[in-house]
């Protein structure tokens, strides 16, 4: 079956920091990807999505490739803030079972002023 | 950009009561919505799959009867938690598949459950 498996948290960096949270996946075909994000008190949202291999997703500084080769799609931001600090999902969708998704256990960072 | 409604945001329920959970999707239709549960430090498990005219599939060891999901129009489903025990306290959260351009899943904001 599919599976989604991210770096554990907690990850606490200094604002202005580099993040780089590792997502890996398993899935047969092409799964779309995603990264999703919950901050404190309130429900998931879509941070971003790629659809394709070496597609780059981007919102708000954040950053992750569409990886096939090493079936990976990293989370980056060059430099965190403290409104950053939140729990961080990755997730995928097989394309042809359902559009249900598959979700990595989720990375809490926290970033210190 | 679509936008899906969960209410109520926060519940504290008597055990033994039942709670009903609305999700709308605001300016789309969505022919399937997914039920969700987080547990503590845990990612979120998926109890159902609700689909708009027909029975909800529910996951394994997900109790239908407890769990009931009602998927009366295209914006509309509902997850009633009956019978509700302190041990059903959680955070339940829907989805609504899009399928227009990108054919993405967009999320309610969550309900947070407290069963006293």
């Known amino acids: 079956g599919n599976s989604v498996t991210q770096m554990e948290g907690p990850v606490t960096l200094s604002e202005e920091a580099f993040l780089t949270i590792n997502c890996t996946y398993t899935?047969?075909?092409?799964?779309?990807l995603f990264w999703y994000v919950q901050y404190p008190g309130e429900g998931l949202q879509l941070l971003l999505k790629?659809?394709?291999?070496?597609d780059k997703g981007s919102n708000k500084g954040f950053e992750a490739t569409y990886r096939k080769e090493t079936t990976s799609f990293h989370l980056e931001k060059g430099s965190v803030q403290v409104s950053d600090s939140a729990v961080y999902f990755c997730?995928?969708?097989?394309?042809?079972?359902?559009?249900?998704?598959?979700f990595g256990g989720g990375t809490r960072l926290m970033v210190k002023p | 950009g679509a936008v899906v409604s969960q209410h109520p945001s926060w519940v504290i329920c008597k055990s033994g009561t039942s709670v009903k959970i609305e999700c709308r999707s605001l300016?789309?239709?969505?022919?399937?919505m997914f039920w969700y549960r987080q547990f503590p430090k845990q990612s979120l498990m998926l109890m159902a799959t609700?689909?708009?005219?027909?029975?909800?599939?529910?996951e394994q060891g997900v109790e239908k009867d407890k769990f009931l999901i009602n998927h009366a129009s295209l914006t509309l489903s509902t997850l009633t938690v009956t019978s509700a025990h302190p041990e059903d306290s959680s955070f339940y959260i829907c989805?609504?598949?899009?399928?227009?351009?990108?054919?993405?899943?967009?999320f309610g904001e969550g309900s947070w459950l407290t069963v006293v």
């Open positions: 989805s609504a598949e899009w399928s227009g351009p990108g054919n993405t899943i967009y």
């Open positions: 300016d789309f239709q969505a022919t399937t």
């Open positions: 609700s689909n708009e005219g027909s029975k909800a599939t529910y």
């Open positions: 899935a047969t075909g092409y799964p779309s």
């Open positions: 997730a995928l969708v097989q394309n042809n079972a359902g559009n249900m998704l598959t």
């Open positions: 790629a659809t394709k291999a070496d």
